[in-house]
Every structure is written in structure tokens, then in C-alpha cells.
């Protein structure tokens, strides 16, 4: 049994139409539903479109009592829904989502990662050296899997302008010499980090979102806030627990519509890395926005999906991110040394 979970097994179909995550709010005679829907149109170039919906969403529950908040961003290039029973919950979450953002996305030309990326060295915040140093515990203990130096990679494949394109060889040769996080010097003294040769870049998408999850989930707990459900563009927390009950996270397929499962969740978070979201197709060939380090080319493992559940959300990003590069068997072995809860892979051959 190649998946982790039997009932993640899904095989492949041409379906277009594909719901990411929905999150379920439950009474006795309703069930709320506020859905995420990701539409995804194969133009007649094979190229996807890309847009995002979010459908109608509930701000009260029932009672006028029992009130929940709404409100939703775009931040980090994706959409954050915050729900919760605190109207200052959603400001707390997008202002530190935001000081995120502003710190490590290589798209933001001030930020510390975009300084770096161009200058090839610089003395960084002490936070971003952390997670710089995070993400290259990743890369020993995912056995290279997950690199943040896949800059260069994700760039020539067309990932960072969404102007896809299928790489020359010897293009994917020359970007691969620039990749390998033990290429990246850091002194933890004056916080320099240095890139060892020129044109490299580092690429935080693989983890940024969840250590901002963490880092949103602190503020709240900072200003006593107990109850609230972050989704940060699939990658979820849930705070303490809706009116006493567990928040309810269905997880559909990464092919089909229909949900899979629907998850009670208090106190943790599911991170998901698929090939659906950030794709194009040439040929009948799907080239998916994680790349494996090794050979250059976008991941090729068998999965369609990946799903951690767990308390830590930058653990369950990187996690998610190497165990799709690596594969179901070795992504279980990865998550073994991992307090995760729980995994779901789905697999698509075996
Ligand atoms: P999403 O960003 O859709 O939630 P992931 O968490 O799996 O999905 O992150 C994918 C992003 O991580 C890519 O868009 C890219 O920025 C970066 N990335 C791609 N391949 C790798 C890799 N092998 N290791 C680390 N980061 C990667
Ligand atoms: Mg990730």
C-alpha cells in the first residue's frame, strides 16, 4: 500500500474544476459552508488561467449570541479568511501576516529575502536568519528534498511571473549548479547570510506561510483572544474551538469535487502541498509549481496531494512541500521523525 491513508487514494482524472478546501461550521438544523473554489481553464495553448472565488460565506451563526466574525485579504499572494467570535481577530491576524510578508517574499523588492536574492549577501533580521536556518534543517533532514535555493529553478520554469514555459535542458543543468542549501553561509554571530555563488536565490514559498500561521497564532493568543480559524490560502489553523465544539475543516480531492473527509480540529492546523493549485499542462503533461531539487524538473513523485495535520504550521509547510517531492514512501519515513497527527497522501499511480 503505496498511500499513507487508503481513503486519500484517488486516481487521476481530466477533471478542470477543482475545490480546494471548504470549512464546515455545523448547528443542529444548518451547516454553514464557506468554500474556497478554485477555478481552474486549460486555455487552447495548454496554459492554465488562474482565478480565485470565494463563494458567499456566513457571518452569524444562529444566535445573536453566539456571532462570529468574518473578514478576508489578500496577503502573501493568496487569499486569508479569518473567522472568529472576536471582531479584532481579523486585524490582529492580517497585520502580522502582512510584517511577514514584508520580511521574506522574494516578490516584495524591499523585503530582507528580495535584498538578499539581488545582492548575494546581507546581515538580516535574527528572525529571518531563523527560519533561513529552519529551512536548511529541512533540507539535511528531507535529505534535500526541500531547498529553498530552488530560486533559480522555480524562475526558469516560469513560476515566478506565471509566464510558463518548458526549460531547455541545459538550462535546468546550468540552474541546478546554483541549487543546494549547504551553498548558503550564515554567521550566527552577525547575522550575515551569504550566498557561495553568484546568481543564486532562495525561495520561501514552501514555508513562509506556515510561519506566518505561527506567527499570527501567537498574536492572538497575546491579546487573549481563545477562539478563531485561519485560512491562509489552504493552509488552516484552528485556535481553541468554535462554542465549545471543534471547528470543521472538509478536505476534498485533489481531483474531485466531492469531500473526502471532514476533520474536528481544536488547537491545530492542516497544511496541504498539491499539484492542482500552481500548474500548467503541455502535451498532456502537468508541470506543478514544486520542484525537485535533485533533477531540476517539477516533482514527479506519484502524489496529487498531501495533507499534515498538526499543531506546528511552519513544520506542516516544509513537510508538506518535501513530502511531495519525495514520494509516499520516503515522505512516511520523513514524517515519522515529525510530530504530525495525522498524514494523508493521494497518490495517483502506484
Ligand atoms: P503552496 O505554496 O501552494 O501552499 P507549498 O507549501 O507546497 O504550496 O509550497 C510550494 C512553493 O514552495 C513553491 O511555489 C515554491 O515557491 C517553493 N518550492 C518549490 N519547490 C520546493 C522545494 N523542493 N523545496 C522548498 N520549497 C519549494
Ligand atoms: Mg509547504
Not at 174 to 182: F, H, P
Request: charged share 25%; hydrophobic share 40%.
Amino acid at each position: 500500500m503505496l498511500s499513507l491513508n487508503s481513503k486519500f487514494e484517488y486516481r487521476n482524472s481530466k477533471q478542470i474544476i477543482i475545490f480546494k478546501t471548504s470549512m464546515f461550521q455545523t448547528n443542529k438544523f444548518r451547516i454553514w459552508r464557506i468554500r474556497i473554489l478554485n477555478l481552474f481553464r486549460i486555455s487552447d495553448f495548454g496554459f492554465r488561467i488562474f482565478l480565485i472565488f470565494i463563494l458567499p460565506v456566513i457571518l452569524l451563526s444562529g444566535c445573536q449570541d453566539k456571532q462570529l466574525y468574518k473578514d478576508n485579504r489578500v496577503l502573501m499572494g493568496t487569499f486569508v479568511d479569518v473567522i472568529s467570535p472576536d471582531k479584532d481577530a481579523a486585524q490582529i491576524v492580517f497585520a502580522e501576516i502582512q510584517r511577514v510578508e514584508n520580511l521574506l517574499s522574494k516578490y516584495k523588492p524591499g523585503s530582507e529575502v528580495a535584498r538578499l536574492n539581488s545582492l548575494g549577501k546581507l546581515t538580516v533580521s535574527r528572525e529571518t536568519l531563523e527560519i533561513i536556518k529552519k529551512s536548511y534543517e529541512f533540507w539535511q533532514i528531507s535529505d534535500g528534498a526541500f531547498d529553498i535555493t530552488i530560486g533559480p529553478l522555480v524562475n526558469l520554469w516560469g513560476f515566478t511571473d506565471k509566464k510558463y514555459r518548458l526549460p531547455k535542458k541545459s538550462e535546468i543543468n546550468k540552474a541546478l549548479k546554483l541549487v543546494g542549501s549547504d551553498k548558503i553561509l550564515f554567521n550566527n554571530l552577525n547575522n550575515v547570510v551569504k550566498f557561495k555563488l553568484p546568481g543564486m536565490k532562495i525561495d520561501l514559498g514552501g514555508i513562509a506561510k506556515g510561519y506566518a500561521l505561527d506567527c499570527a497564532v501567537k498574536r492572538l493568543k497575546e491579546n487573549g483572544i481563545k477562539s478563531c480559524l485561519i485560512n491562509l490560502g489552504g493552509q488552516i489553523y484552528c485556535l481553541g474551538d468554535r462554542f465549545g465544539k471543534p471547528w470543521q475543516i472538509a478536505i476534498q480531492g485533489p481531483r474531485k469535487k466531492e469531500f473526502k473527509e471532514i476533520l474536528a480540529l481544536r488547537n491545530q492546523g492542516i497544511s496541504t502541498s498539491g499539484d492542482y493549485e500552481q500548474y500548467f499542462s503541455i502535451n498532456n503533461l502537468r508541470y506543478c509549481h514544486i520542484i525537485n531539487p535533485k533533477t531540476g524538473y517539477p516533482a514527479d513523485s506519484g502524489i496529487q496531494s498531501v495533507t499534515i495535520v498538526t499543531e506546528n504550521n511552519l513544520e506542516a509547510d516544509a513537510l508538506s512541500t518535501a513530502i511531495f517531492v519525495l514520494g509516499p514512501e520516503k515522505g512516511r519515513k520523513l514524517a515519522d521523525k515529525f510530530n504530525a497527527v495525522d498524514v494523508k497522501i493521494a497518490v495517483d499511480k502506484i
